[in-house]
């Protein structure tokens, strides 16, 4: 597969690159309208180039869907419950982002940690590889599609998602605009990632291939037990109602903000020393459901809701 990408139109990269502070930051990569900095395009070939293992564990989401915490659990299911290791050995290292160069390759903690290649790093793992990314459908590794590793795919209402999304920006990528702005070009798929939407539906469509499942945050959220179980029962490591509580115990909140290898404190630390603030929002949220009501207005709510049920159309897919 080959790849192509192109400036942001002016309306919107004029926008991008007052917010983030550089010129011509972001482009969008096809297919797939994947909005990603020009530094993407070093990396794409590679991504697309990957070698992918029958045995692979792969978890697909866009950012801030609860992935970290979707990840952990699949982590420790397939680890036998490890609950020590999964304590002393950040998330990055054990279950790493594939481009995860793009997003952190400013950050000398994280370069240090995965040897400043994160394709590399995780080419160098050995097998069962747990590998998360947020790269679209189309972009991902040829092979992944032919190979057919399990896939978990974690989708999350949209206006959630954005809720949380613009702390995020402004904390690891120096993102300075109001909620109100950042939102609006969300919902036009046109912030870094590019469209929500597009990259749900894309593994909504396929649902019911044997090789993915597709997962809610909101289920998760609502259903954590049963969610536990149905992970576990799709990687092939039945779990007993003991060891389910044993995940879920671990796995609450607090526990998770204070858990180092979970909270990327180790990276946001050097974001906070070099000036980046978010209002104090940490990167395990909240996580509750329809916190979007707290930060949108009801014009934005209401565009959100029209191009939601637009996109969604005869999909079957609701949140």
């Known amino acids: 597969m080959s790849f192509t990408y192109t400036p942001l139109e002016r309306c919107y990269s004029e926008k991008l690159d007052k917010w983030f502070g550089k010129k011509d930051c972001f482009y969008e990569f096809n297919p797939g309208k994947f909005v990603m900095p020009l530094e993407y395009s070093l990396m794409a070939r590679d991504i697309l ?60 903690e994280y370069c240090r940690l ?32 032919i190979i057919k590793p399990k896939i978990i795919y974690m989708a999350r209402n949209p206006k959630d998602i954005c809720r949380s999304y613009h702390p995020h920006m402004q904390m690891f990528y120096g993102m300075n605009v109001s909620f109100e702005e950042s939102a609006k070009m969300f919902c036009e798929g046109k912030m870094p990632l590019g469209d929500v939407l597009d990259h749900s539906l894309e593994f909504w469509k396929r649902r019911d291939e044997s090789h993915i499942l597709f997962l809610k945050y909101e289920d998760l959220r609502s259903n954590t037990k049963g969610t536990i179980r149905l992970i576990a029962e799709f990687l092939g490591k039945p779990l007993t109602d003991e060891e389910i509580d044993k995940i879920y115990d671990f796995l609450t909140l607090k ?25 104090g929002v940490p990167f395990i949220g909240d996580g509750k459901i329809g916190a979007w009501k707290e930060r949108m207005t009801l014009e934005i709510s209401k565009m959100f809701d029209d191009w939601i049920e637009d996109k969604t159309k005869g999909t079957g897919l609701q949140f």
Not at 75 to 102: V, Y
Not at 114 to 131: A, C, D, H, T
Not at 260 to 271: I, Q, R, V
């Open 114 to 145: 995965v040897g400043g290649n994160s394709i590399e790093y995780v080419k160098g793992l050995p097998s069962p590889r747990f590998i998360k990314s947020h790269i679209p459908y189309e972009q991902l590794p040829t092979k992944l599609h």
């Open 49 to 108: 180039d990957l070698e992918v293992r029958p045995d692979d564990v792969w978890l697909i989401s866009f950012s801030r869907t609860g992935s970290t915490w979707c990840q952990e659990i699949m982590w420790l299911i397939a680890n036998n419950l490890d609950f020590e290791k999964a304590t002393s050995t950040i998330q990055q290292l054990r279950a790493p982002l594939l481009e995860g160069s793009i997003y952190f390759g400013d950050n000398p």
């Open 255 to 279: 526990k998770m903000r204070d858990n180092p290898s979970l909270n990327m404190e180790t990276f946001t630390a050097f974001h906070q020393k070099n000036g980046r603030r978010n209002g």
